[in-house]
């Protein structure tokens, strides 16, 4: 579970595995419509993902998408292609999701922003109003743009094929200059044991605006203290059991004073 960092600050298990943010259904659909998203115990579990669409294996970010209520993305006219192949007597259950078998017909009852625009996308296609429940329309095939063709460019000192994708930000402008230390690039990578002492003494270091007050630097003092008093403790018990282990008289079978077995 996290916090989506959108005005609506809405509690989400969603996870953006691009951008590796926490988003909720509202950014998911006007910020994230070509990202792989699922949810944050699978990212755990696995972080790598595939940016192609699985059903014609190009980029997704080519061509306009659509993402079932599984949360799976596909390129639209990939998904219509493949529904369109199936018989027309065929029922809404028979149309599942080609990744996990899910439904691909949102539930009635199942209201949200990725159910909504779903069902916007289906009702342009009769195969899909049938099973919504909708009158049969006229339908008008809109010609899909075509991929992106590295051959044709003629002078590639304009192209930058390692642009970095652009990163949206979901935080609005009255709370960012708060989050400012909250940043999504290093929020789930692994830090050090100690590394909250050494961020404090980083954030001391750079800032000049308040210096620390005599109560805070006694407290300081008495923390490098108190580390470096156990530290030498540590040091003088291993140092006093390598001796004792080292000394003849400790051993009974060395020592002269002492007999074992019968006199």
């Given at each position: 579970m996290g916090l989506c960092k959108c005005p609506k600050r809405k509690v989400t298990n969603l996870f953006c595995f691009e951008h590796r943010v926490n988003?909720?259904?509202h950014c998911l659909v006007a910020n994230h419509a070509k990202c792989i998203v699922q949810s944050y115990l699978q990212w755990l579990q696995d972080s790598d993902y595939n940016p192609n669409c699985r059903l014609c294996n190009i980029?997704?970010?080519?061509?306009?998408?659509?993402?079932?209520?599984c949360y799976d993305l596909f390129h639209?006219?990939?998904?219509?292609e493949r529904a369109a192949q199936l018989p027309r007597n065929t029922?809404?259950?028979g149309y599942q999701c080609p990744s996990c078998s899910g439904p691909i017909f949102p539930p009635a009852n199942l209201a949200g922003p990725v159910a909504s625009?779903?069902?916007?996308?289906?009702?342009?296609?009769?195969?899909?109003?049938?099973?919504l429940g909708l009158?049969?329309?006229?339908?008008?095939?809109?010609?899909?743009?075509?991929?992106?063709?590295t051959s044709d460019f003629s002078d590639w000192?304009?192209?930058?094929?390692?642009?970095?994708?652009?990163?949206?930000?979901?935080?609005d402008d009255d709370r960012a200059s708060?989050?400012?230390?909250?940043?999504?690039?290093?929020?789930?990578?692994?830090?050090?044991?100690?590394?909250?002492?050494?961020?404090?003494?980083?954030?001391?270091?750079?800032?000049?605006?308040?210096p620390l007050t005599l109560l805070q630097r006694a407290g300081l003092l008495l923390l490098l203290g108190l580390l470096g008093f156990l530290a030498l403790l540590a040091l003088m018990s291993r140092l006093g059991r390598a001796a004792a282990d080292s000394d003849p008289n400790l051993d009974p079978l060395m020592n002269p004073h002492i007999r074992v077995g019968p006199s």
């Open positions: 988003v909720c259904e980029p997704l970010a080519t061509r306009e998408t659509t993402r079932l209520v639209w006219a990939c998904l219509n029922a809404p259950a625009a779903l069902r916007e996308k289906l009702a342009t296609v009769n195969w899909a109003r049938a099973g009158p049969m329309i006229d339908e008008v095939v809109s010609p899909e743009p075509e991929p992106l063709n000192s304009s192209f930058n094929a390692s642009a970095p994708r652009k990163v949206y930000d979901t935080r708060g989050l400012h230390g909250d940043c999504d690039d290093d929020k789930y990578r692994r830090r050090p044991a100690l590394g909250w002492l050494a961020q404090l003494l980083r954030s001391r270091a750079g800032s000049r605006k308040r």
